[in-house]
């Protein structure tokens, strides 16, 4: 019986190996990327319904990390193509080079294989908002009046907080003498809204502006750039298909400012969805009538489960794998063990997200970025409970073992470990529990699972979409920590587990 059901968790367990598997059978599909913004996951949806009238299977990685993440991806092909904008790539991503036309930012992205088309035609540009009404009390209409209110407090967009053409340039130009929190950029029209911040960074083209009812501060000393949307795309897949490159063409000059203040209303405000949206636009311009594909709840959070399952099955696999050997080592030589102990221990205070980022140099974004991140993270409780589970056996019963003149793999096979296997297992109970609540944040890379819909309904402020996401999670949670308690049941003895011996 243990054996089968040892048998039986590793099938498991591989099954969701295969789960996680990106782009599987999927030869000659094109990957789109689009930031965690409403108006990129539009332009996303624009040109994916463009490169499929061109005859191109498409896949839409949407609601990835900031423009590093996904200027790293195109550049490693883990995506073909991304919406973009002009001040970012000059003040933020080419930065070094100094570059200030658009041909001379064609002619660098052309040097490292990528080409860019457009631009698409509307300007959104940063801006800084208030709620109208604490403008109009304070007499604040331009930022540069911002410097004689130092109580206000600043709430700007993580990335805004540390970009070349963000913070740090914005409050020298202007001599501004106050603090800035860091925020999600949605969560921080949220604070906004409720009164705990009173000023945040905008793009001037989101729906928020009217949805919030905000008024937008002059940049009277004009620091920030023109930000041209534009669409960046690997050359080799323009080179390789010249329908598709004619096609995506088509995109220049596409799109005007109030189209794209409408089409991000519809989403924000409408409650429509991004692809629904899209087609609107593509059809009342003349481009065909794309069908959007129904996305009923019950598939979308099957879907999920499968990809969470998968990245939670497939680090926490690793991790047993390696935790249980390495704690047997750290309890069969103490001295290395501590070097072992504190090594996992370390791992674990890494932040999640750092982590999660400095995979992506390495493996690119996906799943497996997000895999090794939850292998790291489970390799603590584990290889912990596996040392205290081994030095914690009475030493009456580890003599006994030693004078029956068994050797000392039979000592750790027959009797030592079978004596752990309590330990053992809560701490693989431990490391699975945790490894489901933190596979949310693979989403963020374009892993997939619970978390997207969860980013989805932070963006779009819907408790529906983060319930989604966020109770699927929960009864996984339950469920894993019910599966490991079953297997306790049956693997370990009654006498270990503190019940009655029949």
Known sequence: ?????????????????????????????????????????????????????????????????????????????DIDMYPEYTGTLRAELLASEELGSDEELRTALSARGIE????????????????????????????????????????????????????????AAYGLPQRATGMDHDLAYQALAAGSIDVV?????????????????????????????????RRAVLDGDPALAERLSQIAGLIDEPAMIAMNEAVKVGRESEAAVAAAFLGDSGDGNPVVEKDWVGERIWRRTIEHAGLVGTALLGAVLVSVP??????????????????????????????????????????????????LYSLLPIVRNTHAGLVGIPTPLAESAAALGLSSWARLRLVELPLALPSILAGIKTAAVITVGTATLGALIGAGGYGQPILTGIRLASTPLILEGAVPAAVMALAVQGLFELIERVTVSPGLRGGPVR
Request: glycine share 12%; aromatic share 8%; proline share 5%.
């Open 116 to 171: 860019m088309i457009g631009p698409i035609g509307f300007n959104n540009t940063y801006a800084l908002g208030m709620r109208r009404d604490d403008a109009a009390r304070l007499d604040i209409a331009r930022v540069s009046q911002l410097a004689a209110h130092p109580g206000l407090r600043f709430g700007l967009t993580n990335e805004f907080m540390n970009r070349a053409d963000g913070w740090p340039g914005l409050r």
């Open 201 to 233: 960074d905008l793009y001037s083209t989101d729906a928020d502006i009217a949805f919030y009812d905000l008024a937008v501060l002059e940049d009277d000393r004009g620091f920030f750039p023109r930000y041209d949307a534009v669409l960046l795309v």
């Open 326 to 375: 390495l704690g047997v080592f750290a309890a069969r030589r103490p001295r290395l063990g501590q070097g072992i102990l504190g090594v996992v221990g370390v791992l674990q205070t890494i932040p999640s997200l750092a982590l999660l980022v400095v995979m992506i140099p390495l493996l690119g974004i996906g799943a497996w970025p997000a895999i090794v991140a939850l292998f």
């Open 1 to 77: 019986m243990r054996r089968a059901l040892q048998w039986l968790c590793i099938a498991a367990l591989a099954c969701a190996v295969l789960a996680t598997l990106p782009g599987c059978g999927e030869r000659g599909t094109l990957t789109v990327g689009s930031k965690k913004f409403t108006e990129s996951v539009i332009l996303g949806e624009i040109v994916s319904a463009m490169a499929r009238d061109a005859g191109r299977p498409v896949r839409h990685r949407r609601e990835l990390g900031g423009s590093r993440v996904l200027f790293s991806a195109l550049e490693r092909g």
